[in-house]
């Protein structure tokens, strides 16, 4: 079982920032592949940003040049830095960590940001 625990999520100002963090809980082995997705009211989930255990970074088109995601293997803790938030940012937002055969996912974090 892999537990990802999520943080950092708010309300903030358009052109505001704020950081995502999430770290797997008890963990005792790497992985690999670790990212954020996001989900809008009444919108299917997009991929935000991935990275690998060596670094090798993918971000969905509407937050290139914007958010930048970062990762520390020692403990499998992820971030994701946003810069210059839209509104069209609002979303909850999930960390993911697929492991073992299964696509594990955080609780989500709502960020929220206001024009």
């Known amino acids: 079982q892999v537990q990802l625990v999520e943080s950092g999520g708010g309300l903030v100002q358009a052109g505001g920032s704020l950081r995502l963090s999430c770290t797997v809980a008890r963990s005792v082995f790497n992985i690999n592949l670790m990212g954020w997705y996001r989900q809008a009211l009444n919108k299917q989930r997009e991929l935000v940003a991935t990275?690998?255990?060596?670094?090798?970074?993918n971000y969905g088109d509407s937050v290139k040049g914007r958010f930048t995601i970062s990762r520390n293997n020692a403990n499998n803790t992820v971030w994701l830095q946003m810069n210059s938030l839209k509104p069209e940012d609002t979303a909850v937002y999930y960390c993911n960590a697929p492991a073992f055969g299964h696509n594990y996912w955080g609780q989500g974090t709502q960020v929220t940001v206001s024009s």
């Open positions: 990275i690998t255990s060596g670094k090798t970074t």
